[in-house]
């Protein structure tokens, strides 16, 4: 059984894990193009890959997803809340602005006077009337919703940009992809708590607190094997859940993000600190070197710890914590830590 980190922190991640053949892709939050970079540094065939699994719908986790869905033709595995919330992230949505909505409701003033008049005129008019348009119910649901944000002063919703579209060319669309976004070449939904399996890999899937749709981690193992390996990064701390999912693991990728007071002396804005620093924000040095002080059970063969802000964080400060929790259990055969890295892949893990 194989991970391979391709990329961890807050402008991307993807990982990758392999067993008996079969290979999977968790998130996917770099271009596409930079994906298939990264692939072919670590030796890694794309089109060897069988599906692609979504921890939340955060654009550092799905950057590159529909690009390389399409090109590689695989399904998409999400739970239902995460797959809405990406749909409404991607989509484009129009809005309306305030003077236009004004003219729009006379518009519609004016057409139900008509209508109204059209009633008591002779019938020739009748025909003519009948050209007026006039806004049905959903019409005007879809009016009310596209109208929400520029009311606000907040103009229209930002759109996630694939810069890789260029890979798709328009010959090699399907007509479905050109006008819809959002398309993918199969979308399966699991939900956390139920296990599932692609190929020869079973997935236990388990909720993560971060303030997404629907966010989880996820713990890995073959179906002929005793070795298993979590992914648990992006969460504002560490439930009882989370303790009981991440035993008995053999690989650990976990969440070290900021030093606390990195932190709070950083460029961020004190909204973006409040947000990191909740309950459904970051992990932070000192959070997951109490995890492993207090609950980890010293089991793993490999720890790694991801998701590293570069702002607000330095790879020797979360080391430093994490190894000072561990302790004496550290070994050459076990608990041995790495670091991943923004830039660049990490050297397969291979059990």
Known sequence: MQMTVLASGSRGNATIIAAAGTRLLVDAGLSCRELLRRMAMVG???????AILITHEHLDHVAGLAVLARRLGIPVFFTEATHRAWVRMVKPRTTMTY????????????ARAAVTASQHAPAH??????????????????????ISLQEAGQGSAPVAVDEDAELESAAALPA??????????AVEYFRAGQSFSIGAIEIDPFTIPHD??????FVFHARTESIRMAVATDLGYIP????????????????SNHDLEMLKDGPYPWSV???????????????CAEFLLRDYDGGAHTIVLGHL????????????????????????????LLLAAQDAPLEPICL
Do not use: Y
């Open 44 to 50: 890694v065939d794309p089109a060897e890959l069988d």
């Open 99 to 110: 003077a236009k909505w004004l003219d729009h409701l006379q518009a519609e003033k004016e």
């Open 212 to 217: 997404a749709a629907d966010p989880c981690g």
């Open 273 to 287: 600190k409040q947000r990191v620093l909740s309950r459904v924000g970051h992990l932070s040095n000192a959070a």
């Open 240 to 255: 009882p859940n989370v303790k009981l999912a991440l035993k008995n693991v053999d690989v650990l990728l976990l969440e």
């Open 176 to 185: 479905k992809a050109k006008a819809d976004p959002t398309f993918l070449p």
């Open 125 to 146: 008019s009748f025909a003519a009337v009948a050209e007026a348009p006039v806004l049905t119910a959903e019409d005007e649901i879809q009016r009310n919703a596209s």
């Open 309 to 336: 802000s570069e702002q607000n964080n330095l790879p020797e400060l979360a080391r430093l914590a994490a190894e000072q929790a561990i302790g004496g259990r550290m070994s050459l055969l076990g608990n041995r």
